[in-house]
């Protein structure tokens, strides 16, 4: 009789656990402010992870929108350059038919003493 009447009390308390019966026990009622902390630091925990993924997507976009930027300046500077090379630039002032011509004498320097 006795397996019997284990058998049916673990019947009973599995159909407790299902039913949520088990949440009306004193132990569950005296650790209400421990499960309510509990299930606090469980969702800051969910949320903060979710921010700290969501900085790092950030961080990679601006880290490659980064690395577009220094190669569109690099590539800018250089046309630049070549843009403002000496023989650039005399080549554009004879095609533009004017009166300007390059220095043959070296450029001095004038000191005040």
Request: hydrophobic residues 35%; charged residues 30%; glycine residues 2%.
């Amino acid at each position: 009789m006795e397996n019997g009447n284990k058998k049916m009390k673990k019947t009973a308390s599995w159909k407790n656990i299902i039913g949520g019966d088990i949440l009306a026990t004193d132990f569950f009622r005296r650790q209400t402010k421990l499960l309510v902390l509990i299930m606090v630091l469980i969702i800051f925990y969910i949320h903060n992870r979710y921010a700290c993924q969501q900085q790092l997507l950030e961080l990679d976009a601006l880290k490659k929108e980064l690395t577009d930027i220094k190669y569109d300046a690099l590539t800018r500077n250089s046309e630049l350059m070549e843009k403002s090379r000496q023989s650039r630039i005399e080549d554009y002032v004879t095609a533009k038919e004017s009166d300007l011509q390059t220095s043959t004498e070296p450029p001095y320097l004038i000191r005040n003493d």
